[in-house]
């Protein structure tokens, strides 16, 4: 049990900076360390429920290998005892992990040992593919953001001690915001519209109040008086 949570710990910490491959190798390794084994294998599976090579869960670039043949790897004549266990994640076979050539047979123990390790690692590589597809996710929608020629602010609303709207905070502004307006993103983005436009009209707050409430949209066309415009 020590050791299962060691490993257990190691993975964790490893999954910050690792890439993919090299969290699944760890997670073998352990695997086979605990078990007695000295070879092991994690292969994934498709949707179409097709094996897919190891590096199409690593989020790094890493080369992708040849993929592998279509049934499970078959043991050779050398392997004494084989224990091969599917990968099940939200009801999904995701992966099949085995390990190979232990003396004795595998146990229970043994058959949960792998299982947890090669869960574990399995949701670690998912959580960093997920995170790579988040910051490629977030840098389309930056370059967007900032090309358009519309200016867009983005307000979170601000509620008094009574659960009442009083304000607005501005989270960020694109570049055409900051030409129509007159303001600078670094000057205003964090602070709220009342210590920057003291003289602000209430119907501003109060119109971003309802769309921020309801959830329902709302289009207008007004004068700011602070910013002598529309």
Not at 36 to 64: K, R
Not at 87 to 99: M, N, Q
Not at 109 to 130: F, G, M, N, P
């Amino acid at each position: 049990t020590e050791a299962l949570l060691a490993t257990r710990m190691r993975l964790t910490d490893l999954a910050r900076n690792a890439s993919g491959e090299e969290i699944l190798q760890a997670a073998l390794d352990a695997a086979e360390e605990l078990t007695g084994s000295s070879s092991g294998f994690i292969q994934f599976v498709a949707a179409d429920q097709e094996l897919a090579s190891l590096p199409a869960a690593a989020p790094d670039g890493d080369e992708t290998r040849p993929a592998p043949p279509d049934e499970l790897p078959t043991a050779d004549a050398s392997v004494m005892h084989e224990l091969t266990l599917p990968v099940v994640l939200d009801g999904r076979c995701v992966a099949v992990v085995g390990v190979g050539n232990k003396r004795e047979d595998y146990t229970p123990e043994d058959a949960e040992t792998v299982s947890q390790i090669a869960t574990l690692a399995i949701q670690a590589v998912a959580r960093k593919l997920a995170e790579t597809a988040l910051r490629a996710s977030e840098k389309r929608f930056r370059g967007l953001f900032d090309s358009l020629t519309s200016g867009f602010a983005l307000h979170e609303i601000v509620l008094d001690a009574d659960g009442q709207p009083c304000d607005y905070r501005f989270l960020d502004v694109n570049p055409a915001f900051e030409a129509i307006t007159g303001l600078s993103r670094d000057a205003i983005v964090g602070r709220c519209v009342r210590s920057l436009l003291p003289q602000i009209e209430a119907h501003w707050i109060e119109r971003y109040a309802a769309v921020a409430l309801s959830g329902h949209c709302a289009q207008f066309d007004d004068f700011s008086s602070d910013l002598k415009r529309h």
